[in-house]
């Protein structure tokens, strides 16, 4: 079976936008770095799909990259949220409304 | 295996090895390693760095601009001299950190190991001529500062910092890489250089995905410099961070950012110049306007500063927004003009808030001028710098900003920014006003150790010297951008 290439980029775009928009909506940190998580594989399937119809390596081997990059983010972003439970016993980021203005 | 030339990457070697040696040399001194052994180490990666640009720009200006690693990195005046802006700036944010660290409420040499990585980091932006490595570059930098600015524990303001930091700097993150992966589709390649032949030799017939991938690269640089409407992080951020911290990321991120935004934009993307210049204008005009207007009705200096910086970058936008030989130049001399005067100016600002550094009200400040004259003195003269009044560098720095964009037929747009500058005159000359107001109020003397009086002193001297004779500067951000490989 033959897929087009265009429904894998569909699929990543799709996923993306999932990404972006619990991020932007929801409210707990671990949540978000999930979110966060799936843009950047969004990211990734976008490279190898490309990659694959252009015949050109350059695209996997920037995969590579990405997730080495994904995991040292969601790596120091788990150091923070640990941190800030510590203090505060929670992980929602409603609560962390120390600054305004 | 590429070629490699070794020239162009000893600046990031330099600050990426020392950064290691200062991990290892912690883990292996009895008692940790003293803060002014640290500072010594990282001074001298800071000056080393330095140096070698020197030595760079004499290799450039005998062997012209070249590219190494597979065409990745970039060795040109541009890279050269924002190299060399990026050394003096971390040598002065290094020594302010010095002072700080000294007071014990953060100990350990993590501030020098961090700031030395991300440094590294923005190096790599400011030579990366491939959406991946300046991705790389960007992640370096970031993934450092978020740590940097989770570093006091004392104060919960510092953490709830650094995850909103966090968030939205890898959210803009994810967003620039997705934005590259779509110019990959586009173009098919990921290098800025082979990117702008290929669109200047091809015409797409469905120009589409390079102009999703193009805004996607923008949206991610506009949250990167903290652009209206991107900026909603920044002023917590800049608040919640510890001061010193907050100077060093004000320096060293929109030096590195801007860089790679001009390259990948202006470079990479010049053909589509007509595409992306009104989102710019857009970009420029709230960005001054906001940036200022919001400084207005701050009551913390942290956070004025915050938005004074988004009015900053403001201007620097519109330099890139020119897309000239000259608008490149400005870009540049305005970011040589920026960053040390930001860095003194954070310098001051941790002074007077010191120890706790928790008393950043704008009140603390009345009266600063009548008690320690030379302190307040020279917190004006770095204010006013900012405001951009003549006998500056901030002077020129507008000036030249300016200048290109009208030149490249920006009319209304300089008169919009120029609006702006004087709306963020009001709260420049607010805070000047309040340094010599009568009244003042029973306050301690603020102490002002070495190291800080060092880079404040360093600071006003740029700037009046540089403000007085601004030859040398402009001539050497002119003479970067002939170099500037397309």
């Known amino acids: 079976m033959n897929v087009p290439a265009a429904w894998y980029l569909v699929l990543a775009a799709v996923l993306f936008g999932v990404g972006a928009y619990g991020l932007l909506t929801r409210r707990s940190a671990l949540i978000m770095f999930m979110c966060l998580e799936l843009m950047l594989n969004a990211v990734n399937l976008t490279f190898v799909t490309f990659s694959r119809t252009m015949s050109d390596i350059a695209g996997q081997v920037t995969v590579f990259f990405v997730m080495v990059v994904a995991a040292a983010e969601v790596t120091v972003g788990l150091g923070i949220v640990v941190a800030i439970f ?16 | 295996m590429p070629s490699i030339n070794y020239l162009a990457i000893l600046p990031v070697a330099i600050l990426l090895g020392t950064s290691v040696l200062l991990l290892i040399l912690t883990a292996l001194v009895r008692g940790g390693l003293a803060t002014k052994v640290s500072t010594s180490i990282s001074v001298l990666a800071g000056l080393a760095t330095l140096v070698v640009s020197f030595v760079q720009w004499s290799y450039v200006a005998g062997h012209g601009a070249t590219t190494t690693i597979d065409h990745a990195v970039a ?54 001529n491939d959406l991946i490595v300046v991705f790389l570059g960007l992640e370096i930098l970031s993934i450092g500062l978020y740590v940097l600015a989770a570093l006091d524990r004392h104060r919960s303001a510092s953490s709830e910092a650094a995850l909103k930091y966090f968030l939205l700097g890898s959210f803009a993150s994810a967003i620039f890489i997705y934005g590259a992966a779509l110019t990959y589709g586009a173009t098919g390649t990921t290098n800025i250089s082979a990117i702008s032949y290929f669109l200047a030799g091809n015409v797409l017939l469905h120009p589409g995905l390079l102009w999703a991938g193009g805004a996607l690269l923008l949206v991610g640089f506009a949250f990167k410099v903290a652009a209206v409407p991107f900026h909603l992080w920044s002023p917590d951020v800049y608040e919640g961070a ?5 100077g060093y990321m004000a320096s060293i991120v929109k ?16 053909t589509q110049m007509d595409t992306w210049r009104p989102i710019l204008w857009v970009l420029v005009a709230l960005t001054t306007v906001l940036g200022a207007s919001m400084a207005l009705i701050q009551r913390n200096a942290k956070r004025m500063l915050a938005y004074s910086s ?16 000259r608008g490149n130049a400005a870009t540049l001399f305005y970011l040589m003009a920026y960053a040390p005067v930001v860095v003194a100016t954070f310098a001051v600002v941790t002074l007077v808030g010191a120890p706790a550094d928790e008393a950043h009200s704008i009140d603390r400040y009345r009266g600063l001028g009548r008690r320690q004259p030379l302190l307040g003195a020279a917190l004006a003269v770095l204010l006013l710098s900012q405001l951009g009044v ?97």
């Open chain 2, 242 to 246: 510890p001061t010193p911290v907050t």
């Open chain 2, 75 to 128: 060795l040109d005046g541009f890279s050269v001299v924002a190299t060399g802006t990026l050394a003096v700036a971390l040598v002065m944010a290094t020594l302010v950190a010095h002072d700080w660290l000294a007071h014990g409420s953060v100990v350990g040499t993590q501030f020098h190991v961090l700031a030395l990585a991300a440094s590294a980091g923005a190096l790599v932006m400011v030579q990366a």
């Open chain 2, 255 to 270: 030096i590195g950012a801007f860089a790679a935004f001009l390259r990948v934009i202006v470079s990479g993307l010049g």
């Open chain 2, 390 to 486: 003549p006998l500056t560098t901030g002077f020129y720095a507008k000036f030249a900003v300016l200048a290109a964009a009208v030149d490249a037929g920006g009319g209304a747009i300089a008169l919009i920014s120029l609006i702006a500058a004087a709306i963020a005159a009001f709260f420049y000359l607010r805070w000047v006003l309040a340094l010599y107001a009568e009244e003042p109020v029973e306050l301690d003397r603020v102490a002002v150790p070495r190291a800080s009086a060092l880079v404040i002193v360093l600071g006003v001297a740029l700037t009046l010297v540089f403000g007085v004779w601004p030859g040398p500067l402009a001539s050497l951000a002119n003479h970067a951008t002939l170099l500037f490989t397309p």
């Open chain 1, 86 to 101: 510590r203090r505060r016993s929670t992980t929602s980021v409603d609560e962390l409304s120390e600054m305004k203005g």
């Open chain 2, 310 to 325: 988004i009015n900053h970058a403001g201007y620097i936008i519109l330099g890139v927004w020119a897309a000239t030989t």
